[in-house]
């Protein structure tokens, strides 16, 4: 009897699980395509390193006040209050140079998580959409790119990180959520 319960109990389940699965209709999507095919990613990126070069360059012009110094260094005797003034200046403005650049590089850097932060926001409320308009209840994310990674540990991550191994063409919703985007879909 015991074995009678317990083989209904596992056909029940077995039976609820294919229930369960074949209620499943679900799709994929190339997030990282997707994020880059956004309308507002070239734009905002763009700003965002035009704005760190043009900064840069200012740095590098000021920078260029250094050099001077070190050509007015060499022409001081050594160990004179003179020399040594030059040499605080030029350490000073060394280190100025070097926080001010880590300090730009930080803020880029920030900025572009926040831009991406946003642009994924839009484009998963996108995903909703399409996959909505599909009747799919889940959409898992894949990518077409090559495996990458210059170290065995990089390149196992890179496919460890890959949710999707293979997915049937037909489940693709990628191009659809493109297309939205481009259709004012911000």
Same mark, same amino acid.
């Given at each position: 009897m015991r074995r009678f319960t317990l083989s209904l109990i596992l056909?029940?389940?077995f039976a609820c699980a294919l229930a369960a699965q074949a209620a499943v209709?679900?799709?994929v999507v190339d997030m990282l395509r997707v994020l880059?095919?956004?309308p507002e990613t070239k734009g905002r990126v763009e700003k965002v390193d035009a704005d760190s070069k043009a900064t840069l360059e200012k740095l590098k012009e000021a920078y260029a006040s250094v050099r001077k110094l070190e050509e007015e260094l060499d022409l001081l005797k050594e160990g004179t209050p003179e020399h040594l003034?030059?040499?605080r200046q030029i350490s000073q403005l060394k280190a100025t140079f070097e926080l001010d650049q880590k300090t730009l590089i #930080? *803020?880029?850097?920030l900025e572009m998580v926040d831009i991406m932060k946003d642009i994924y926001?839009?484009?998963v409320e996108k995903v909703g959409e399409v996959a909505k308009a599909r009747g799919l209840n889940m959409v898992?994310?894949?990518t077409s790119s090559k495996v990458g990674g210059? #170290? *065995?540990a990089e390149t196992m991550n890179d496919i460890a990180s890959r949710p999707v191994v293979w997915a049937d063409p037909a489940m693709d919703i990628t191009a659809e959520v493109i297309a939205a985007l481009g259709k004012g879909g911000k």
């Open positions: 056909l029940g389940c209709k679900a799709g880059n095919e956004h003034e030059k040499l #930080t *803020r880029a850097n926001a839009k484009c898992f994310m894949t210059r #170290t *065995r």
